[in-house]
């Protein structure tokens, strides 16, 4: 097995591509080892001591460390720990909770822009992130504002203010004219 790695815009996160399926639908984020528990190739992964956060896209998973850790150190352990994973046999996730689009729902009034938006994102935005290793999904739509969630490379990076002030938002506002701000969203 050969996994091949990318750098992120983010210099704490790559990107493993292990050159097969990780996810058959959606995305999962697991920003802590406590919300890896149903997940044992995250749970794996979370051992490697510096591992601050685990995303899984369809074909990748990128992994975040903390600052004092180098990708020197770190890199070996985690390339180890996903080629042994999908030698094991392991599922990626157990149980029912099985990984969505990411999209919260959102019903009433707003519920065709809600629709445009989304259609935008997943046509437009979300497949130009998951190059960097990240996600951006629908959180919410309020008073012209939209909330996005920001997971993977994408949380915490430094140019993700910039991605979404002068990509998505200019985007959506050209698109939806009932938008007047894009805004990211914690957790």
């Avoid at 935008?120 to 979300?126: A, G, P």
């Avoid at 951006?136 to 969630?149: A, K, M, S």
Wanted: some cysteine; proline content about 7%; charged content about 20%.
């Amino acid at each position: 097995m050969f996994i091949q790695t990318e750098t992120t815009p983010n210099p704490a996160t790559l990107k493993f591509l292990p050159g097969q399926t990780v996810l058959e639908a959606g995305t999962a984020d697991f920003p802590t080892a406590e919300a890896a528990q149903k997940s044992p190739l995250a749970k794996r992964i979370f051992a490697v001591p510096g591992v601050t956060g685990v995303f899984f896209g369809s074909d990748f998973v990128t992994v975040t460390k903390d600052g004092a850790t180098s990708w020197d150190h770190a890199k070996p352990a985690i390339l180890g720990a996903i080629m042994e994973h999908f030698q094991s046999g392991a599922p990626v996730m157990e149980g029912e909770g099985q990984p969505a689009g990411g999209h919260a729902e959102h019903s009433g009034p707003d519920a065709a822009i809600v629709s445009q938006i989304k259609e935008l994102l997943d046509t437009r935005v979300r497949p130009a992130v998951a190059q960097d290793g990240g996600d951006i999904t629908f959180h919410g739509f309020e008073r012209g504002v939209v909330y996005l969630h920001m997971q993977g490379a994408c949380a915490g990076c430094p140019s993700s203010t910039l991605t979404l002030k002068m990509g998505i938002e200019n985007l959506l506002r050209h698109y939806i004219p009932e938008v007047t701000e894009v805004r990211p969203v914690a957790g």
